[in-house]
């Protein structure tokens, strides 16, 4: 047994330049170094339709130019290599393009070009970009052995497939047979191949389906045992949209097995749908990586998605046929389906989505043999006409959301159903293995839909450590426009600040003034605000909010202690600990904290506390909401509130022990950008309002006001809250109502700056090293948290590197900013990590006996 392989796979675009070229001879180069290589080629980009177009010229008797423009392109190519296009290292290449001409000729003469000798002439574009791609690679000084792809893959036709099946659209078993690689490979560690085609059972030509070379690499990569599969194309990754439909579209950087086929089944055309099963089968992990950047790490395939539900993705599969029919001969007739399906099954017609009613059938179509025009489809539409009345709507697109356990998700994705109004919609139908909710529309709907759902599902979203920077981050869109944020007007005094090397929290207090105005300006349904001092509880800070208006939120004695300390007698302070002690209350009581209770236990359990005394109560509406798992603290699995179900029974422990019930406090999460969130949240503690009585004196919505950390998040909308919030207070006049914002007042307020100390580059990325990681800011670890980055010393200078920046911290984990342009910097130079001002210096810690970064008041 020879050294394991590993097999590339590039797709047109990635063979169509020289460029191109010397990453395939690089990255094939490296991996040589420690094992063997199969490099699957597909044609160069757009001969394959070009071949199919000069057969179709050739049938109607057109001698057409595609051929020539075939030509054109490999000799370019050639010529671009440096390759004299006579030479004999380019024989083989010539000779393939010289049988598709002969073969063309044939069908010029006969009129006629069946699937075996189409095939055939498609062929000729894979055999002759691997016999020109050997050339190039020799040049460029890696000795590939040229393999036919017909010699190790074989199709396993079913007795029924029609020829257009059989020869266009085959299907090979993925079997595992490494001693047959190894004896075509002999001493060779690199071997260079074709996808897209196979060899049927009579040893003719036959070809996996349009976009099938992946599934080529896929079976070659089982055939051989290898130990990975690499797709390398023209984009990154696996997108959450096309990205060249939905330039927002955002990396997946992980995924499973079923969830990229599904992905790849419903319209993602970066993979072939059939490349994955040969692949899960024998567990080979795959990535898709960009030729054009092969810094990028792209996405990876392997194993099972996580289990909790999430949307992944919207896809839109144009080109696709939807057939009903009706009759009322399927009232009550048993086995009605089957005589419906039993000609699909005749003609080799494969059916995708499916919806039934008691009288009628409606079906997708993903492809049918021949075409719609062809003499498959007219003999499915006789044979179904034999059953009721048919009707076709051709062409239609399947725009899908797909993910996992989605119907556990539609809470999430209602609103976003907005994107269906007034479109017509043919057929919903949810994947039985909830993979998928799909809505057949009109063709020329689908694209505009695909951008309109992939902006109300994905916008708004915060971090998922699964999701990557956007499509247009990563091709390194230009930064935003220069000049108006506070850090950039007072870029010299920050510059000042680190001057000594070191990493420095700085925070600007008229932003903190001006967010803390804008919010009481947007509310005035709200009556008070309090300040959650846990997302940064600086004196500075605290004493501007305070002198703002805002009391202070607290979530433990020590707050207590320090809100108190610092801004005196006459604060108003909020404590709303969970799972703390009782003498913590009490201690909170004493220094003339509002007391608010999440669960009957401190009615138990310190009754003499609450003898006489007023509190409120902490509810869990039984749904959270926020930017990441972490922070969402609603729901029947987080552990802070009491059931708002169960509220009359708390209602009742406290009466027994004496208090009085005087607020209503709950709290959904962190992070949260749609105010719908606290309207909803709104409602239902106004229904409890009624149970209390009179001695109910506020309602407190709790915080979690958003800002947006990437480009192109919306803003919260404050004035669709205010609009909600002010229809809700009306109905209850006599109450106060509250909110608890933290983040929202202090994270544009602050940034970490963070002088860089090394840049170094291992194997194809580039990592930026400064003066502090997550010991200062942990939210990058522990969320997946986005902060945008800039290079402080030579702002605005465009970004121009593709990096990741991380700290000094031992943990793989310390990384503060992944796959981010950034202007390159030298050592020295300052990068300023902004969005920083809340979670930041009051999340961080000593780990590694590292002191985090230190603060400074910008007055
Ligand atoms: P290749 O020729 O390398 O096989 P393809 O054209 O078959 O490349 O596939 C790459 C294309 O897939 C991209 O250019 C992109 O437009 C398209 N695509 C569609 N959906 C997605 C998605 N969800 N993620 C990434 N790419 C996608
Ligand atoms: N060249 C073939 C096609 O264009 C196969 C591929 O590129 O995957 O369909
Ligand atoms: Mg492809």
Redesign the pocket.
């Known amino acids: 047994m020879g050294a394991p392989w590993t097999v590339l796979k ?5 063979v169509a330049t020289y460029e191109s070229w010397r990453t395939i001879a690089r990255e094939t180069a490296e991996r040589a170094t420690h094992g063997r290589v199969l490099v699957v080629c ?1 044609a160069l ?1 757009g001969v394959t339709d070009l071949l199919l177009k000069a057969v179709t010229d050739a049938r109607s008797g057109n001698a057409g130019d595609a051929l020539a423009r075939v030509e054109r392109a490999h000799l370019g190519l050639a010529s671009a290599a440096g390759l004299d296009p006579a030479a004999p290292a380019l024989a083989p290449m010539r000779s393939q393009l010289e049988e598709a001409a002969r073969l063309l000729e044939g069908v010029r003469l006969t009129g006629e070009a069946p699937p075996r000798l189409t095939a055939r002439i498609l062929a000729v574009g894979e055999l002759a970009s691997t016999r020109l791609g050997e050339a190039i690679l020799a040049k460029l000084g890696v000795k590939a052995r040229w393999l036919d792809a017909r010699d190790l893959l074989e199709s396993a036709p079913r007795p029924l497939d029609p020829d257009e099946r059989r020869y266009l659209a085959a299907s090979v078993p993925p079997t595992r047979a490494p001693e047959r690689v190894d004896a075509a490979a002999g001493e060779d560690r690199v071997v260079l191949t074709q996808g897209f085609i196979a060899r049927t059972p009579e040893g003719h030509t036959c070809l996996l389906g349009r ?1 099938g ?2 599934t080529s690499a896929a079976l070659l990569a089982a055939l051989s045992g290898a130990e990975a599969l690499e ?5 990154p ?9 939905v330039p927002a ?1 955002r990396l997946i950087r992980n995924i499973g097995y079923r969830e990229a086929r599904e ?1 790849a089944s419903l ?4 993979l ?1 749908p059939p490349c994955l099963d040969p692949v899960a089968r024998h567990g080979i992990p795959v990535s898709i990586r960009a030729t054009p950047h092969p810094e990028m790490p792209g996405t990876r395939i392997e194993g099972e998605s996580e289990a909790h539900p999430a949307v992944t ?1 919207v ?1 839109c599969r144009p080109g696709g046929t939807l057939l009903s029919i009706s009759t009322v001969a399927m009232w009550d007739t048993p086995g009605f389906l089957s005589r419906f399906f039993a000609p699909f099954e005749t003609l080799g017609v494969s059916v995708d989505l499916i919806g039934t009613s008691e009288t009628a059938v409606s079906v997708t179509l993903d492809s049918v043999p021949g075409g719609i025009d062809g003499a498959v489809f007219r003999r499915l539409l006789a044979g179904l006409g034999e059953l009721g009345e048919v009707q076709v709507i051709h062409p239609c697109a399947v725009v899908s959301i797909v993910g996992r356990r989605i119907r556990a998700t539609l809470g999430e994705i209602a609103p976003a159903l907005t994107a269906f109004q007034e479109r017509p919609v043919h057929l919903i139908s949810n994947s039985a293995e909830d993979l998928n909710l799909s809505f057949v529309v009109d063709e020329e709907e689908g694209t505009a839909l695909v951008r309109r759902l992939h902006d109300l599902l994905f916008s708004a979203r915060g971090d998922d450590p699964r999701l990557g920077p956007t499509w247009e981050r990563l091709r390194g869109a230009p930064a935003p426009e220069a000049g108006t944020a506070w850090w950039e007007l007072r870029r010299a005094e920050l510059l000042a600040i680190a001057g000594d090397g070191r990493a420095h929290y700085v925070y600007d207090l008229a932003t903190v003034r001006e967010r803390a105005r804008r919010l009481k300006g947007a509310l005035p349904a709200i009556d008070r605000f309090y300040y959650s001092m846990k997302a940064n509880p600086h004196p500075a800070i605290l004493e501007t909010v305070a002198a703002e208006g805002f009391g202070i939120e607290c979530v433990s004695i020590q707050e207590v202690e320090t809100a108190r300390a610092r801004l005196g007698a006459g604060a108003p302070l909020l404590f709303t600990p969970n799972f703390c002690a009782v003498d913590e209350y009490v201690r909170a009581a004493a220094l003339g904290a509002e007391l608010t209770v999440d669960g009957p236990h401190l009615a138990r359990e310190a009754g003499a506390l609450l003898e006489g005394r007023e509190v409120a109560v902490r509810l869990d509406p039984g749904w959270g909401a926020g930017h990441n798992e972490k922070v969402r603290t609603g729901g029947a699995g987080s552990k802070f509130g009491h059931p708002i179900d169960e509220f009359d029974e708390l209602a009742t422990a406290l009466a027994g022990a004496g208090a009085r019930l005087v607020g209503l406090h709950a709290h959904l999460g962190s992070g949260i950008l749609a105010p719908q969130a606290w309207l909803a949240l709104a409602h239902v503690l106004a229904g409890i309002a009624a149970r209390v009585g009179p001695s109910l004196r506020w309602i407190d919505l709790g915080g979690g006001l958003g800002v947006p950390e990437r480009p192109g998040q919306p803003e919260l909308d404050l004035d669709a809250l205010q609009a909600g919030l002010a229809t809700i207070a009306r109905a209850l006049p006599a109450i106060e109502w509250r909110l608890e914002p933290g983040r929202y007042l202090v994270a544009d307020a602050g940034v970490l700056l963070a002088p860089v100390t090394q840049i170094r580059r291992k194997a194809q990325t580039v990592f930026v090293g400064v003066a502090t990681g997550m010991n200062s800011l942990i939210r990058p670890a522990l969320y997946g948290a986005w902060h945008p980055i800039v290079n402080l010393t030579r702002h605005p200078a465009p970004p121009d590197l593709f990096a990741q920046v991380v700290g000094p911290i031992c943990e793989s984990g310390d990384v503060l900013g992944r796959d981010r342009w950034i202007r390159a910097p030298s050592v020295g130079d300052v990068l300023l990590i902004g969005n920083a001002g809340a979670y930041g210096r009051a999340m961080a810690s000593s780990y590694n006996l590292r002191p985090p970064a230190e603060e400074t008041v910008l007055a």
């Open positions: 590039f797709g047109g675009d990635s597909s980009a976009g070379s992946d797709i390398w194309t023209d984009v990754g696996l997108f959450t949209a096309d990205p060249r439909q579209a992905l319209g993602a055309k970066v072939h993705a896809t």
